[in-house]
């Protein structure tokens, strides 16, 4: 498929053309060419299709022909399809793998490694195995000049070898009409680097490593325009960090200075960075469908991925993005100086992030950046020991688990003070494998099937325990003790002696293993065997008859480890039963018990991280969702609402179907289903409350008018989602973004049949980025559903598509004329007087513009009527409103209410105020909202209902939704000065 979108250069016609000669065997089904055709066309449609939509894409083709395929392929295709089903987890790393390995195989490259693995095998990376490497290559695209310019290439910079083979390989391209990608060679040396024949130990899978860890290789790369020093110094940690991991513990690899000098010089062999962040910006269909948008129009999400590799906006990649885009310096600098996340400071080799928003600043965020800045020597914002910088963000939309920090992609949630020094540590090193369990979890996660894994020498065993069965019928062999072990998929335990090999067992998973003394004073072993909830579902060698009959019950007690013992959680009691032992094994051998003992004790370790909540927890959540109206988040819920066919199971996508005609009705004027937005009282949910039904109207009535300044001369109209929910401690929009992605696509494409927009955008905040990937998987779910692109939902001339814009830290952009600017590239600034967006508005095109949850609210409307919508809120806001709740109630979170409910309802929902707490006040309506006293005179606020003109009376506004209530112990007075000083930054108050 990418081959023949390289042979096509993007030509509908040739493409055509090549459909119609598309050559069918005489013993082929007609119907299979017709998929094999379908297949082709959907692949090439588009300029902008993720490897894994074309994976899935031929996935699906290849299930459609399971009796044309090897017996082999369609057992493998039935395993996958199987694990999507029972190990979500597993499944998503098993297409991530088969997406490297399509990387690693795209054309050219396949010959290329055949040259290398033919090649005589070396003893290690040196200038002769890169000429190699570079003779591979060569020959693949360069013909007969390949051996000219492998021989050159080890002489001259990475930077100018690639130069010089990328304008050989375009020149001979091009005499048969062809231009190559410059993705085709992103990594291609670092495939290559794979199959070269090294003697050199751990070689080939510390470049696996790279390969399948998108992080690892991108700290590489952002060395790319940094001075070879700086370059070796990030190779040799990365290099320590692939050792420390436990698959790699029996196979650490080692590079002299010489080598790893070839190694960079091998992995820098590629496109220059920025030129191909651009190229792929620019294959997307948003420029194909508004041609004419300026380099400008790139010029945001370039930015965002230059700061995503480099961490800052260095000088170097300024210069290449400005030479590339051909944009004025000075313009570039504006946009730059207008975000706060484009930041062109210099910045560390480690980042750590600490969420500043209302949440995180009452539960403890002081003191988390004091310990920061304490730790690392620097004040927020400046590089400090170790090279680690920590950067104090306005909020990331988890309040709930305030307070938080983030490193890399995770975010740490109720962190105290003393959890930083471990924390930095991890940072530096790399995540710690002390823990044997943990160890063993994360081999055994690694290991594929039928693959093994030696261990390292302080996992042979030293005791062995016998706990349950007949050890007579098939006891462990006398050799067991002190021989080398290794580990096989599924967890089946290994000895290895004498070159010979037994299997000893399968270990048991999610044990917590101690020593204790029975009451004769004897030392003995124990281990609590868990569910995944932290149950225990079996305990060994720890013969207590009142643990006997506990897990005889329906719920059986817990257990924990506390201050280095294990502990049992009694509903009425705690029980200490002994101290946490890592070195200790649960084995089942058919049926029968044993512990293992290993010899080096490491009983001081840590256990792994705390299993998902127990059954009590999950009773508390689901009686705290129970107390709400959830109307717009119990739309289409059951399943899994991210997925497209799980949301279309649950009633998704109907709405569109019955206005559309696809459901044996005629389909619907546009102005109907104006009018029933406008009959429900629907009201903007980003903090104004302007009725929605008069803007859609608006939108409907208005004309695209043309003026010589516009880069587009199409007559068409625009609509913007804004999911760039600024305000500290307001994340409705993330949750609605990352759980129900398809509800908010399908509010804006009934939103477009209204009003005639051919385009969207949904802009959303950069901090969200885990929400986005759910949300960017979700629209390619729909296109390739054809409910996006041209002729959606088999509609002729129904023409409509979605684009994700980031938000870059500029609270301003939320206003409706910044927000345009932004996503147009320009600095977000406000304009005042301007004329409205339903008349110009993004790119000059009418725009509408809705806040995420507003969209989020028409698919309910259609499917329940306008009247009852507007029966459930009050005679002037009609349905519910989701509110992001934190503080000091019991449960926090996103809790959706009627209008017309109170703030004591709220309480109530989340099951109160926490114990040893007092009740003294609200945050409400975000820093421009109110503080807010509950006590005294102003108690009644508590029963008053809550609507978007109500509260306005009252002296504050509901604004976008976010709720901190506020304990007598919390200081009002430093809260009030952290919103001035936050206004005050921010430039807008």
């Known amino acids: 498929l990418e081959w023949l979108r390289i042979s096509l250069s993007g030509d509908r016609s040739r493409l055509d053309r090549f459909l119609d000669d598309l050559p069918a065997a005489p013993s082929q089904d007609p119907a299979e060419t017709a998929r094999l055709s379908a297949l082709i066309a959907t692949a090439l449609a588009r300029g902008d299709w993720r490897e894994r939509d074309l994976l899935d894409l031929t996935l699906e083709y290849l299930a459609a022909l399971p009796e044309r395929l090897p017996p082999e392929l369609r057992e493998e295709l039935g395993a996958l399809a199987e694990l999507r089903v029972q190990q979500p987890e597993d499944h998503e790393r098993t297409l991530l793998g088969l997406i490297a390995e399509v990387r690693g195989n795209l054309p050219g490259l396949i010959a290329a490694h055949r040259r290398l693995q033919a090649a005589p095998r070396r003893r290690a990376l040196d200038a002769d195995a890169v000429r190699e490497l570079s003779a591979a290559l060569a020959r693949s695209f360069l013909g007969a000049g390949g051996a000219a310019f492998a021989a050159a290439a080890p002489t001259m910079p990475p930077e100018q070898a690639w130069l010089e083979f990328h304008r050989q390989a375009n020149r001979d391209a091009a ?28 070689h080939a899978s510390f470049v696996r490593y790279l390969i399948e860890d998108e992080a690892a290789y991108r700290r590489l790369l952002a060395g790319f325009y940094a001075p070879q020093g700086t370059r070796l110094a990030r190779f040799q ?19 002299e200075p010489d080598q790893a000098n ?42 965002h991925e230059v700061r995503n590799i480099f961490g800052t906006i260095t000088p170097e990649a300024f210069q290449k993005i400005v030479a590339i885009l051909g944009l004025d310096p000075a313009e570039v600098i504006r946009v730059i100086a207008s975000y706060k996340q484009y930041s062109v400071d210099p910045r560390g080799s480690i980042l750590i992030y600490v969420c500043k928003g209302t949440a995180c600043f009452l539960r403890g965020q002081p003191e988390l950046s004091r310990r920061l800045s304490a730790e690392i020597r620097a004040e927020a914002g400046a590089v400090g020991r170790y090279g680690i910088q920590f950067i104090e963000m306005d909020c990331f939309g988890v309040c709930h688990l305030a307070p938080v920090v983030k490193t890399e992609a995770r975010f740490l949630g109720r962190r105290r003070a003393d959890d930083l020094p471990q924390i930095l540590e991890e940072l530096r090193k790399g995540p710690r494998f002390d823990n044997r369990l943990a160890f063993l979890e994360r081999v055994l996660e690694r ?24 050890p007579v019928l098939d006891p462990l062999p006398p050799t067991a003790i002190g021989q080398p072990l290794r580990l096989e998929a599924g967890g089946v335990l290994v000895g290895a002696a004498n070159g010979r090999c037994r299997k000893l067992g399968r270990l048991l998973e999610n044990t917590l293993g101690f020593r204790y003394r029975t009451v004769q004073g004897e030392p003995r072993l124990g281990c609590l065997v868990l569910d995944r909830d932290g149950h225990i579902r079996e305990a060994l060698h720890f ?21 280095g013992f294990v502990w049992i959680q009694r509903p009425d009691q705690e029980i200490r039963l002994g101290q946490y032992s890592d070195d200790i094994l649960a084995l089942d051998r058919n049926g029968v018990r044993f512990l293992l003992v290993t010899a080096a004790a490491s009983a001081g370790a840590p256990p792994p991280p705390a299993r998902p909540i127990g059954s009590r927890e999950a009773t508390e959540r689901e009686a705290f969702v129970l107390r709400q109206d959830r109307l717009v ?52 949910r980003g903090g104004a409350g302007f009725a929605t039904g008069r803007k859609w109207e608006a939108m409907a009535r208005a004309q695209c008018q043309i003026e010589d300044s516009d880069e587009n001369r199409d007559a068409i109209k625009l609509i913007v989602a804004n999911g760039d929910e600024g305000d500290p401690g307001a994340f409705m929009d993330r949750t609605l973004i990352q759980e129900r992605p398809h509800q908010l696509i399908e509010g804006m494409i009934l939103g477009a049949v209204a009003v005639g927009a051919r385009y969207g955008i949904i802009y959303v905040r950069k901090e969200y980025e885990d929400a ?38 500029a609270f301003v952009a939320g206003e409706k004329r910044a927000i345009l600017r932004a996503i147009e590239g320009k600095p977000a600034e406000p304009t005042l007087k301007a004329v409205s967006n339903t008349r110009r508005g993004l790119w000059g095109k009418p725009t509408l513009l809705n806040n995420v949850e507003t969209f989020a609210n028409v698919p309910l409307i259609l499917r329940q009527g306008a009247d009852w919508y507007r029966r459930q809120g009050t005679a002037h806001s009609g349905g519910s409103k989701i509110f992001s709740v934190a503080g000091i109630v019991r449960q926090t979170g996103l809790v959706e209410v009627r209008f017309g409910r109170t703030l004591a309802d709220i309480i109530r929902i989340c099951d109160g105020i926490q114990d040893a707490k007092v009740l003294a006040g609200v945050q409400i309506g975000g820093p421009s909202g109110a503080i807010l006293s509950l006590t005294g005179v102003r108690g009644y606020l508590l029963d008053t209902p809550l609507d978007f003109d109500t509260f306005s009376q009252a002296g504050a506004m509901l604004g976008s939704g976010g709720l901190v209530f506020i304990g007598e112990d919390d200081d009002v007075v430093r809260l009030a000065r952290h919103f001035t000083d936050w206004l005050a930054d921010e430039s807008c108050g």
């Open 447 to 470: 290991l594929a099937p039928e693959r093994h894994q030696r261990l390292p020498g302080d996992f042979t065993l030293s005791q062995v325990v016998v706990c349950t069965g007949d």
């Open 543 to 563: 013969p207590e008859p009142w643990l006997k009959a506990d897990l005889a019950l329906s719920v059986r007690p817990t257990a924990t480890v506390r201050d």
């Open 633 to 684: 988040l119990g739309f289409a819920a059951g399943g899994q609402p991210e997925d497209l066919e799980s949301y279309r199971g649950q009633g998704g996508y109907e709405a569109v179907h019955r206005v559309l005609g696809l459901r044996g009705e005629p389909a619907w004027d546009p102005a109907e289903l104006v009018r029933m937005v406008t009959a429900a009282g629907l009201r903007g």
């Open 262 to 303: 070839w190694f960079l010089h091998a992995l820098f062999f590629r496109p220059d960075v920025v030129a191909a962040i651009v190229e792929r910006e620019q294959q997307k269909d948003l420029y194909r469908v508004i041609g004419g948008l300026g380099a400008r129009a790139c010029l945001p999400r370039v930015l």
């Open 175 to 202: 005499g048969d009409g062809l231009r190559l990608p410059l993705k085709l060679f992103e990594k291609a040396s670092l495939y290559l680097l794979e199959s070269l024949p090294l003697e050199q130990p751990g």
């Open 237 to 255: 940690e990365e290099v320590e960090r692939h050792n420390r991991l436990p698959e790699q513990a029996a196979d650490p690899v080692h590079y």
């Open 772 to 809: 986005v990937r759910r949300l960017e998987h979700a629209l390619f779910q729909a296109r390739r559903k054809g409910y996006l692109g041209s002729a959606i939902f088999g509609v002729p001339g129904l023409n409509f598509d979605l684009e994700i814009r980031l938000g870059a830290g």
